[in-house]
């Protein structure tokens, strides 16, 4: 797949609550995910095992989502990026909307690098 076809299956299996399958599919093996400074789990985690277990920790934390939008990615070459909004409800933080910016590398069909950009 190219950086287009990459992306909007991210974005349509983000949508539809497949965040797991989604890194299952589509991230890269050894990808390398970068966070926000303070997060408790990990700014720089490499490999997709990390990956997914960062990303089960996040969702178990999830009582509701009340809304979710993700933009149109926007591809530059071998990367795209969009921008995430959500309206959730965690078991440790209550309420929260969050807006994050997401950008990514594709090398070989696969996402190869994540970085989220947010207010914490």
Not at 50 to 62: A, F, G, M, N
Not at 77 to 105: I, L, N, P
């Amino acid at each position: 797949m190219n950086t287009l076809e990459v992306a909007t299956k991210w974005k349509q299996m983000c949508l539809e609550g497949k965040n797991i399958e989604c890194i299952e599919e589509l991230y890269a093996d050894n990808i390398v995910s970068k966070e926000m400074p303070g997060v408790p789990y990990g700014e720089v985690l490499t490999g997709k095992t990390e990956v997914l277990e960062k990303s089960k920790q996040w969702l178990d934390d999830v009582i509701e989502f009340h809304s979710n939008e993700i933009s149109e990615p926007l591809i530059a070459g071998k990367h795209f990026s969009s921008k995430m909004a959500f309206d959730v409800t965690f078991k440790s933080r209550g309420r929260q909307q969050m807006e994050e910016v997401c950008v990514f590398s594709v090398e070989d069909g696969k996402i190869a690098t994540e970085q989220f950009f947010y207010s914490m």
